[in-house]
Structures are given as structure tokens and as C-alpha cells.
């Protein structure tokens, strides 16, 4: 059974802090590896996407991946009240085969207070 | 460029009635999927496609039916609706399978 788990939630920030948000995965031959951001009642929106073993960054957000561990996390920096969303992570399970079949975590639901 | 989208945004069925989910792109990606989400739960893989005439099952894909004659176009059936299928239903599409997943607005349905 291919498996995603995030760090179970809610997570509450203040302001100008830094949000850590932790992902593993169970599927040793996952190839890619994507942050969402879900608004309420909204759709899922790209914030990262990963591919090797590193930090990528991009803007506020990095985004860390130890495939060794079976681990991907994302940070945000100077997080902000219009952060508080939904966060969820997602992994490629294609397994050797090219269907790309995303696997979701249950996300983390973030809450950044003034 | 509208990205994917879906109709209609809202529907309320009866038990045992059917419909069909649209879903569109305009990116010209080979890759389009249908998910489903219930409350508080992450995402579902209902049906998938790799390009036009290939379609296969995802995780959940009881209750449901797919085809795919074009590129753009990636419907879902519902036949006899059951409460069991009221959630959001979102489409995806990517340009290759191991590349991000872009998706739809979602279709909120309610089976009473």
C-alpha cells in the first residue's frame, strides 16, 4: 500500500515566523514530489515541485527532499495570514511506469495569527 | 489560456439519477485525471488518462466511467448516484507523468 503521511495539524504560526510542514512517504521509487496549497472550497494550487535530494527554493518557500529518509518537507519564511490554507503533499507513485498517479497526503491545515 | 476547466460548479442529484462531469484543457496535455475529495481528506484518484482513447482506473473508481476521444476532453460519468459520492470533484491534467498536476475549479455535488 502506497502511503503519503503529513504531519498531523493544525499548525499555528504567528506572524513573521516560520512554518514547518513535514512529509513521508512510502514508496522507495517515487520520482517527483509536489507542495499544493488549498484555499478553503478551493481548488489545489502548485506552490513546489521537487525532483532530487536537496533544498529548492523558491521565493518564501523551500522545499527539502532526503529520498534516503523517504522525506519531503516544506518551510515558509515570514509566513503571513494569507498562508493559513490547507497544505498538501503529494508524490509521484509511478513506480517505473510513466502514469504519473499522484499520491495525496491528508494535508496539514495552517494557521498564521497576527 | 483558461487552463482546466470544469462544469458545472454546483449539482444536486436524487438517488439513482446520472449525470455527466465535464472537464476541458487547453494546454495540449496528454495526462488528464479525476479526483474526488470528501471533508477533511485529501485526494482520491477516481479514473485517469494518458491520451485520447486510453483511460484507466485509479483508486476509487466504483460507481464511475470515463472516456476519452480527444485530447481536451476528459468526462466522468456517474451512473445511478449514490449518497456515497457526494464530495468535491476535481480534474488535473500534466503535460508528462512524473510533472506537476494542474487543476480544475472542482464540481461540488450533493446526492440526496
Known amino acids: 500500500q502506497k502511503e503519503v503521511e503529513q504531519n498531523s495539524g493544525p499548525l499555528s504560526v504567528p506572524e513573521g515566523a516560520i512554518a514547518s510542514l513535514n512529509c513521508t512517504y512510502s514508496d522507495r521509487g517515487s520520482q517527483s514530489f509536489f507542495w499544493y496549497r488549498q484555499y478553503s472550497g478551493k481548488s489545489p494550487e502548485l506552490i513546489m515541485s521537487?525532483?532530487?535530494?536537496g533544498d529548492k527554493e523558491d521565493g518564501r518557500f523551500t522545499a527539502q527532499l532526503n529520498k534516503a529518509s523517504q522525506y519531503v518537507s516544506l518551510l515558509i519564511r515570514d509566513s503571513q495570514p494569507s498562508d493559513s490554507a490547507t497544505y498538501l503533499c503529494a508524490v509521484n507513485s509511478a513506480g517505473g511506469t510513466s502514469y504519473g498517479k499522484l499520491t495525496f497526503g491528508q494535508g496539514t491545515i495552517l494557521t498564521v495569527h497576527p | 489560456n483558461a487552463g482546466v476547466t470544469q462544469t458545472p460548479k454546483f449539482r444536486i442529484l436524487k438517488i439513482g439519477q446520472s449525470m455527466t462531469l465535464q472537464c476541458t484543457q487547453d494546454m495540449n496535455h496528454n495526462y488528464m485525471y479525476w479526483y474526488r475529495q470528501d471533508p477533511g481528506m485529501g485526494l482520491k484518484l477516481i479514473y485517469y488518462?494518458?491520451?485520447?482513447?486510453?483511460?484507466d482506473k485509479g483508486e476509487v473508481p466504483n460507481g464511475y466511467n470515463v472516456s476519452r476521444s480527444t485530447t481536451e476532453d476528459f468526462p466522468l460519468r456517474l451512473e445511478l448516484a449514490a449518497p456515497s459520492q457526494t464530495s468535491v470533484y476535481f480534474c488535473?491534467?500534466?503535460?508528462?507523468?512524473?510533472?506537476?498536476?494542474?487543476f480544475g475549479p472542482g464540481t461540488r455535488l450533493t446526492v440526496l
Open positions: 488535473a491534467s500534466s503535460y508528462s507523468g512524473v510533472r506537476e498536476q494542474f
Open positions: 488518462s494518458v491520451g485520447a482513447g486510453i483511460t
Open positions: 521537487i525532483y532530487s535530494n
